[in-house]
């Protein structure tokens, strides 16, 4: 008969009753190995004297932003970090063959590489992990909407070309400690556009990189400098801007064929004045803000409304001509005769009176010219003078009315030719202004055409 030890048989009972405690998962027991002793204070290397090369690879997502007057460009970017740590190494067999895994950033060990031309972060979503794998490679993936100091040249616009740089560097150490690399090769780097977003206002022409080491004191720093070759595309702006100004331009040259002698024209081109004026205040916003140096199209335009002034001008003085009296017509008579003899090659003027280098008030006085108005003949007068008073009376007070009636008539013809002549030399007059006008301002455009066709192909 066996003896029955009750003790032993309760504490066997309560053992089973106690649920097993579960064990901790192959990642759990990885993750608390690796950081158990794990120092984020330390460069993660076993020889201190070997620099820890950090591999670096960029990719330009698009460019949102260009602001001329805060000399910036805020762009997304895609950032990748590739490093080895050798505290971060294990056994995949004995972790249930894991070989990789994500980690805190903050929990390890990470380089302190930095864009030196980053003015803010802006809205860059927070990325707390890294993955590591077995081997110790750690991988750092970022994807960063950057505001960049940019050194920008607007004054082209809006065929403007713009190089940023971005400079990635260790912020305190040395290349001795800390040495850059590119993950992938320069060539691939450069022409990598896949990823950009091409249908925006900008395009992505290259983006070119090197490596070099600044020297500072007696350390030297390990840097890596990526240049973004950006373009604008400029259609947008062209249609926008120019087009409708250079319409606005063209209805102002065909209104000199409106008629000079009457208000019409000046009205036409008061109008235009003023729907220019709009059209510049309406668009301001679309124009670059820059704090330092006006844009050419800036100059474009202020050219454009000063064309437009002096068209309006040149209008004013041939009305003004066209109603001047008498008395300031003739002592005009000298300029007259130079803009009759030099202003056109292909028209000439009647000899007149007008083509004298003489005023009309020395022809009248040294009968050099006379206008054709015959005296009164004087037999006649005599013999009405003669008459006995009587019936003959009448026939004396008859022929002095028709004398003069006939000296008024006369002196009506002068006027009239008097006027023809004035009115046609005033329409010379507006036809060399005009084609000065037309010189002025087809130099002027050729000038902006080729100008900005040496931009946009360079």
């Known amino acids: 008969m066996h003896h029955f030890d009750f003790p032993h048989l309760l504490l066997a009972l309560l053992v089973e009753s106690v649920p097993e405690k579960p064990k901790r998962s192959a990642l759990n027991q990885l993750t608390r190995t690796l950081l158990r002793r794990y120092d984020c204070g330390v460069r993660p290397i076993q020889d201190w004297t070997s620099p820890t090369t950090v591999y670096i690879d960029l990719i330009l997502k698009s460019v949102l932003d260009v602001d001329g007057k805060t000399q910036s460009v805020t762009a997304s970017i895609w ?43 802006g809205k860059s979503p927070p990325i707390p992990y890294v993955y590591v794998n077995s081997s110790g490679s750690v991988r750092n993936y970022r994807p960063i909407q950057a505001v960049l100091a940019c050194n920008l040249e607007m004054y082209a616009f809006p065929f ?71 373009r604008r595309r400029p259609l947008l702006y062209v249609v926008s ?21 009457g208000g019409m024209r000046i009205a036409f081109k008061i109008t235009i004045l003023l729907g220019y004026t709009v059209f510049r205040v309406n668009l301001m916003d679309e124009m670059p803000a820059v704090a330092v140096r006006t844009p050419i199209i800036g100059v474009f335009f202020a050219m454009c409304m000063a064309l437009l ?11 003004k001509l066209l109603h001047h009296s008498e008395k300031e017509v003739q002592q005009m ?61 009448r026939l004396e007070t008859l022929h002095q009315e028709l004398v003069s009636l006939r000296l008024s008539i006369c002196q009506d013809e002068s006027q009239d030719s008097y006027q023809s002549d004035w009115l046609a030399l005033c329409s010379r007059l507006d036809l060399l202004l005009f084609r000065v006008y037309l010189l002025i301002l087809g130099v002027y455009a050729c000038t902006l055409l080729l100008l900005w066709l040496s931009w946009s192909f360079a």
């Open 333 to 393: 008579s000298v300029s007259a005769y130079l803009l009759d003899k030099y202003g056109s090659l292909s028209h000439s003027f009647t000899q007149s009176a007008f083509t004298s280098t003489r005023t009309l008030d020395d022809i009248t006085q040294s009968a050099g010219y006379e206008f054709d108005l015959p005296p009164p003949r004087e037999d006649l007068l005599s013999l009405t003078s003669e008459l006995p008073d009587g019936p003959c009376s």
């Open 241 to 261: 801007l120019l087009l409708p100004s250079l319409f606005l331009m063209v209805a102002d040259v065909t209104s000199f064929y409106l008629p000079a002698d």
């Open 79 to 121: 950032y990748r970090q590739i490093w080895t740590d050798e505290f971060l190494v294990w056994d995949p067999e004995e972790f249930d063959g894991i070989t990789e895994i994500s980690l805190s950033s903050d929990a390890i060990w990470v380089p302190d590489v930095i864009v030196s031309e980053f003015v803010d972060e």
């Open 160 to 230: 403007d070309k713009q190089n940023c740089t971005l400079t990635f560097r260790s912020w305190l150490h040395s290349v001795s400690e800390i040495d850059l690399a590119l993950w992938r090769s320069a060539d691939t780097i450069a022409n990598d556009k896949r990823e950009f977003m091409n249908d925006g206002e900008w395009e992505l022409l290259s983006l070119p990189s090197r490596y070099w080491r600044l020297h500072q004191g007696d350390i030297d720093y390990a840097q890596i400098q990526f240049n973004v070759l950006i």
């Open 309 to 319: 002034m002096l068209s309006l001008a040149k209008s004013i003085v041939v009305v």
